[in-house]
């Protein structure tokens, strides 16, 4: 016999589902935008968190997959001409990824088309302010 669900799991059930709900429609609207420039999801998850030089391993934990996969879609950006594999300047055994001109732009032409017509885009700043505040305290960090 089954029992009903306490109130406590029908609310975090709920609230997963709002929370997938919301990601999958974040991934559906980055998928058209990339289209859109001619980039896959990957490639635009990729120039997206490209904020300054950083490592494969940084990259790959801004975009939450495994450095492995980031280094097939920085191939990829790389053949582009929008990414360059540099010497790290303080790390003789890693490189650092630096946009090129054209992928400096193409990133910001790309940044422009995510705010336009946004899941998120019904939201005041304040409360997408307080919606990452709440999401950053229910992740959980090691």
């Known amino acids: 016999m089954t029992t009903p669900l306490e109130p406590p799991a029908i609310a975090e059930r709920e609230l997963c589902g709002?929370?997938?709900g919301l990601a999958q429609q974040i991934a559906d609207h980055v998928r058209e935008r990339a289209i859109t420039l001619g980039l896959t999801a990957a490639q635009a998850t990729a120039l997206r968190e490209m904020t300054g030089p950083m490592t494969m391993r940084e990259l790959a934990e801004?975009?939450?997959c495994e450095p492995?996969?980031?280094t097939f879609i920085v191939d990829k950006l790389e053949k582009q001409g929008l990414?360059?594999?540099r010497a790290h300047p303080t790390d003789r055994r890693a490189k650092?990824?630096?946009?090129t001109l054209e992928g400096n732009v193409l990133r910001e032409r790309l940044l422009?088309?995510?705010?336009q017509d946004s899941p998120l885009a019904g939201l005041t700043a304040q409360q997408q302010r307080a919606?990452?505040?709440l999401l950053e305290q229910a992740i959980i960090r090691p």
């Open 18 to 20: 709002l929370v997938n």
């Open 62 to 64: 801004r975009m939450s």
């Open 68 to 70: 492995s996969n980031a």
């Open 83 to 85: 990414i360059e594999r």
């Open 96 to 99: 650092q990824l630096v946009l």
């Open 112 to 115: 422009e088309l995510l705010v």
């Open 131 to 133: 919606l990452q505040d």
